[in-house]
């Protein structure tokens, strides 16, 4: 479901040239929740904005859904629409969940559906479906000040599924979070991709989070995966 080839991303900020990532191969298969998980620094974020195509790679492809992201992002205008489409299809969430305080709940989750162009009743049922999926229906017309952590982080993931993406990426969605939400966070995740088929990448610097969730994992450093495999396996490993 998502493939990287020897991708590799080279900042380059005020005359200084920065390796974030050096070559890494990652194949995550669709219907799982597969984590990458190194301290900071290792290259993490890069990564998952590179597979997002926030970041643009210096080398190296990403496929996502058998279409080849890093060959729809050429300049010309008819690729950028390709690729804006593609990205349609793949939900993000953040760490600091990055939700509009100025909008209600629901508000914030019909955003994405009206960049897509769903009317006004089109968007309120979609967004009381999401709410209804995350478990906070009743939260629709509160503003994100008067949710919690955990109930702001699934509004995160509400909105990030409203184009009915099949991928799902994570960035330490949980790690502003305490113990016991983020085991509820992650269980949800966990309800989602089981429910509706979602793959997961999820990047994280705890092992617990990916001893909790995840199928499969990548442990990175230095801006390469050192090791990777099925979760059952990885463990196994001395
Ligand atoms: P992680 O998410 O694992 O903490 P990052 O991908 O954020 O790692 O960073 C990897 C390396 O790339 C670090 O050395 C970081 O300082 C550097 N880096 C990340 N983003 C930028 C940027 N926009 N400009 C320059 N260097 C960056
Ligand atoms: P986090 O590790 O919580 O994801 P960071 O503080 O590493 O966040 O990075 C926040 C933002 O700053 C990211 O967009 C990242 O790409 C950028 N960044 C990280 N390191 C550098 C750096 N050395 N120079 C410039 N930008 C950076």
């Not at 080839?5 to 080279?10: F, M």
């Not at 906070?136 to 409203?162: E, F, H, M, N």
């Not at 997961?200 to 495999?229: N, W």
Request: glycine share 10%; hydrophobic share 40%.
């Amino acid at each position: 479901m998502i493939t990287t080839k020897d991708l590799t991303k080279v900042y380059r900020s005020r005359g200084r040239e920065v390796t974030a990532l050096a070559g890494v191969d990652l194949h995550v298969r669709e219907g799982e929740v597969y984590g990458v998980v190194g301290t900071s620094g290792a290259g993490k974020s890069t990564l998952i904005r590179c597979v997002n195509m926030l970041e643009r790679p210096s080398s190296g492809s990403v496929t996502v859904d058998g279409l080849e992201l890093t060959a729809l992002a050429g300049r010309e205008h008819r690729a950028g629409r390709d690729l804006r489409a593609a990205r349609r299809r793949i939900g993000m969430v953040f760490q600091h969940f990055n939700l509009l305080s100025s909008r209600t709940v629901q508000e914030n989750v019909e955003l994405p559906l009206e960049i897509i162009g769903l009317d006004r009743t089109q968007r309120r049922r979609k967004a009381a479906e999401l709410l209804d999926l995350v478990g906070l229906a009743d939260k629709a017309r509160s503003y994100p000040g008067q949710l919690s952590g955990g109930q702001k982080q699934r509004v995160g993931i509400a909105r990030a599924l409203a184009g009915d993406p099949k991928v799902l990426l994570s960035d330490e969605a949980t790690s502003a979070l305490d113990p016991e939400t983020t085991r509820s966070v992650l269980g949800l995740l966990r309800d989602l991709n089981r429910q509706l088929g979602l793959t997961v990448l999820l990047i994280t610097h705890e092992m617990d989070v990916i001893k909790t969730v995840c199928d499969s994992a990548a442990l990175m450093r230095g801006g390469k995966v050192v090791e990777a495999g099925e979760l059952t396996d990885l463990l196994a490993r001395p």
